[in-house]
């Protein structure tokens, strides 16, 4: 019985592989065909008979309705089946990632004559809970009884090439270009703990969109062609087996040109006829590389993206590691080497990218403990519940503790334990230690370095009888480093009622994670509206504007669901729970009353008619943003718009794939929310830049009315602020970021001068004198003495005085009649609506995002 979970599976969108650990390290383990990967493919023939792996991703291209592939990028949504014919059997993307962890699974059995009752599976960083969760379910589909631990692949590829085994010093970077998504991360070791401080990646950039490329770009134009094809389009229904051979070509090509400089291609595919013709076609690596370069260049943006949100350059990382097969290219290793075109690491690519991540998920689960339930023991026999790490940085003293139980109570007075390790170097033999009368003890041991050292418990009686006793082994590893803590990579929070995003839980927070946070609502739930309903979306996601986040779900409650009513601004503690293994769950608490959601759902996968909609709102935002762009004399701004422009030709063809493509429909869908909220951030450029040099001008002109009652402390703060104004609003074009920092330290200033000039106290007094002169201070004779004694005080510029006849009026300042209350000004108020009357929450202290 395995005392760690010990195996790791690394589940792709192209190919799948499984590893065991092995003495510190890990073991790939060979499918039945003999390979370190299994295709991610599956074939049904007939019902009742699955095959999985190379002969799935063969039949592919000459059966595409019985054979499915690169169904993994559809994790997550909930309306997505793949049929197969002959079968009459649809299955969808988690039923069929559940075959392929099957597959690996028996690969185990077969190899080590056990099937893992649990693993350490593999998930791109970029994914989002709604994959990860449909990760968790494929797993259980797939046997895995005792739960399985989800692991980033960049920790995993960071484990296998070797972090743990490096002192403290530069970060690294991993470069994941796997079949179907991209992760760039930076990783760092301190103290003994892997960390990923920085992540940015593309669920849906990889591979197979190069290979598909090809098939675009070069393939399907000169099959038409030679082959006299009409209408030869991926979206055409009539050409789905002629694409998938088609689309099986270019992959082989693709993996064979990081070897060679050309390679023929021969298939045969059908014509207008149905006939089978041959077709034959050189591709060379150059034109590889120009039909890559677009989705290279994306990478390496990412990784640029990722290294700035670190705050490093590319000279503070020690090197670049090199994971997933689309790696091996070339042209793509030279790209990256190139410290202008690409990021100018050194590259590291000693390990094989195709099981490299497979090999560091063994690794992590190496060290995790197995959650082996400890048996009853039977009569005349012992068990004992282990307390321990499976790692340790440290060689000695490495603590072991237990509980001993026997088939009934009894006093443990006079046995004993000892811990031996007869493998180690050299032999490790353990002092027997006493244990308590409840059975308890602690102990410590040395272990080998670098490596796993196994040890056996002994147990023995009074008389010094060894005894049976369960579990009798454990193992410990000596690392270099601690396994990495899993992260949360997308922040979770709610969309407000004003349409802004707020975090409760961040992005990088070490799971599992806990956040809480007040809100307020919006409307009020009264028994006399049974129609109104406080909504509250759960969003994962980064940007302000809610819209530009993803709904993962959703609350709502109503008066029905309360024990009294509920007024408007009243306050709704929202909390969001994230395990590391189990449901993600939001909570709502107000009146004592909880409210709770799990986080499990995906979504539906984005219509094409939807896709079009939100694609003629972008292109029809523009011509407008362009022209404004234009009149503001923005550069930058112009620059970006050109950017957008150049991206809509792929985002136009991704749409009208959506229809046959589920891949190129969710590609669709994030690029389209990237680009919208890409124009709203030029369009509020654009509208921030004149309004916040408005705002440094006017609060120029009041700090020079307030500087005359000031001292030359302030004057010199004012000439330094003043020359700051004067280097940005005459730079060519001013940042956004520094002028608005610049604008609310100078209303920041200026509310100092008015306290240090007086000018405050005089407009409070001034509106209190207003006060007393239409009688609602009172008494009113000792109003009007203390205005009196205030306007003496002004006179003889005495602030001090003042500031006391203030503190005395406003003791004359009647309370407010009963059952009035001001209305806070950042609780919107309801808006009227015929039917289902809907409000929601709002952070009472900020009005945004906090």
Aim: hydrophobic residues 40%; proline residues 6%; contains cysteine.
């Amino acid at each position: 019985m395995r005392e760690t979970i010990d195996f790791g599976i690394d589940l792709g969108t192209t190919n799948s592989a499984i590893a065991v650990a092995e003495d510190g390290g890990a073991r790939v383990i060979k499918n039945n065909d003999g390979w370190d990967y299994t295709p991610s493919a599956v074939w049904m023939p007939r019902q009742g008979m699955i095959h999985v792996g190379e002969k799935a991703r063969q039949r592919r291209m000459a059966d595409p309705e019985d054979a499915h592939v690169e169904f993994k990028l559809q994790m997550g949504t909930t309306d997505t089946s793949y049929e197969f014919r002959r079968a009459g059997r649809s299955m969808t993307p988690v039923e069929l990632s559940g075959e392929v962890l099957k597959s690996l699974r028996q690969d185990a059995a077969a190899t080590l004559g056990e099937p893992p009752a649990a693993a350490v599976i593999t998930i791109p960083a970029a994914f989002g809970l709604d994959q990860s969760n449909a990760t968790t379910e494929a797993a259980k589909l797939a046997g895995f009884t005792e739960g399985c631990t989800l692991l980033h692949e960049p920790n995993a590829a960071a484990l296998a090439y070797g972090f743990d085994g490096t002192a403290d010093a530069a970060p690294w970077m991993v470069f994941d270009l796997g079949g179907g998504t991209f992760d760039a991360a930076v990783m760092s070791r301190r103290d003994g703990e892997l960390k990923l401080l920085q992540h940015a990646g593309d669920a849906y950039l990889g591979g197979k969109n190069i290979d598909w490329a090809l098939v675009d770009k070069i393939l399907a134009p000169a099959a038409a062609r030679d082959l006299g094809l009409r209408d030869f389009e991926r979206a055409d229904q009539r050409w789905r087996k002629n694409f998938a051979k088609l689309k099986s070509e270019a992959e082989t090509a693709k993996i064979a040109l990081s070897r060679h400089g050309s390679v023929e291609v021969f298939t045969e595919l059908w014509d207008e006829s149905g006939e089978l013709q041959p077709f034959f076609y050189t591709l060379t690596r150059d034109t590889l590389d120009d039909v890559a370069l677009p989705f290279y260049t994306k990478a390496v943006e990412l990784c640029r993206k990722a290294l700035s949100q670190s705050s490093l350059r590319p000279d503070q990382i020690e090197r670049l590691l090199l994971v997933g097969s689309a790696t091996l290219s070339p042209g793509l290793r030279e790209l990256l080497a190139d410290p202008r075109q690409g990021v100018g690491i050194p590259i590291d690519h000693s390990q094989d990218p195709s099981t490299v991540v497979a090999r560091g998920a063994a690794i992590y689960a190496g060290r995790l403990r197995a959650s082996t339930p400890v048996p009853a023991p039977a009569v005349g026999e012992f068990s004992v519940e282990l307390h321990y790490e499976t790692e340790s940085l440290e060689v000695t003293d490495v603590p072991v503790a237990g509980v001993l139980r026997a088939s009934a109570d009894m006093d443990f007075s006079g046995y004993a334990v000892s811990l031996h390790n007869p493998g180690g170097r050299p032999p490790y033999h353990g002092p027997k230690v006493s244990l308590s009368e409840d059975g308890r003890f602690f102990t410590s041991v040395a272990i080998d370095s670098n490596t796993r050292s196994r040890f056996t418990l002994e147990l023995t009686d009074a008389s010094g009888t060894r005894q049976r006793i369960t579990p009798n082994t454990l193992s410990i590893t000596h690392t270099q480093i601690l396994k990495p803590d899993a992260v949360l990579t997308h922040s979770l929070g709610v969309e407000m009622a004003d349409g802004n995003y707020s975090r409760i839980l961040k992005r990088g927070a070490t799971l599992p994670a806990t956040g809480d946070m007040p809100y307020y609502t919006t409307i009020d739930l009264t028994q006399d509206d049974p129609n109104a309903v406080i909504r509250i979306p759960i969003l994962e996601g980064e940007e302000a504007d809610a819209r530009h986040n993803k709904q993962v779900a959703e609350l709502e409650f109503r008066r029905s669901d309360l024990r009294w009513d509920l007024e408007r601004g009243s306050e709704v503690t929202m909390t969001i729970e994230i395990p590391k293994i189990g449901v993600p769950v939001a909570r709502a608490e107000v009146q004592n009353e909880e409210f709770h959601t799990e986080i499990v759902a995906g979504g539906e996968r984005p219509k094409e008619d939807m896709l079009r909609t939100a694609l003629r709102r972008v292109e029809s935002r523009l011509p407008d943003i362009k022209q404004r762009a234009r009149t503001a004399k923005s550069q930058r701004s112009s620059a970006s718009l050109q950017q957008v422009e150049e991206r809509l030709p792929e985002l136009r063809r991704l749409v009208d794939l959506a229809a046959t493509d589920g891949d190129a429909a969710l590609a669709a869908e994030r690029d389209l929310r990237v680009l919208d909220e890409r124009l709203d951030e030029i369009e509020r450029a654009i509208i921030a830049i004149p309004e916040l040099l408005a705002r440094i001008a006017r609060s120029l002109r009041d700090c020079e009315e307030l500087l005359p009652d000031c001292g030359p402390e302030e004057r010199h703060e004012y000439d330094r602020l003043k020359e700051l104004a004067v280097q940005l609003t005459h730079a060519h074009e001013p940042e956004v970021p520094e002028l608005s920092r610049l604008a609310q330290h100078l209303e920041d200033f200026t509310e100092y001068l008015e306290r240090v000039s007086g000018k405050l106290d005089r407009e409070i007094f001034a509106s209190l004198e207003d006060a007393s002169r239409a009688g609602f201070l009172v008494p009113r004779d000792r109003a009007r003495e203390l205005v009196a004694k205030g306007r003496t005080a002004i006179a003889r510029r005495d602030m001090e005085s003042l500031r006391e006849v203030i503190l005395d009026l406003r003791e004359l300042v009647p309370p407010m009649p009963h059952g009035e209350t001001p209305i806070r000004p950042d609780v919107p108020a309801p808006t009227p609506s015929p039917g289902r009357r809907y409000g929601g929450i709002i952070d009472r202290r900020t009005g945004g995002t906090p």
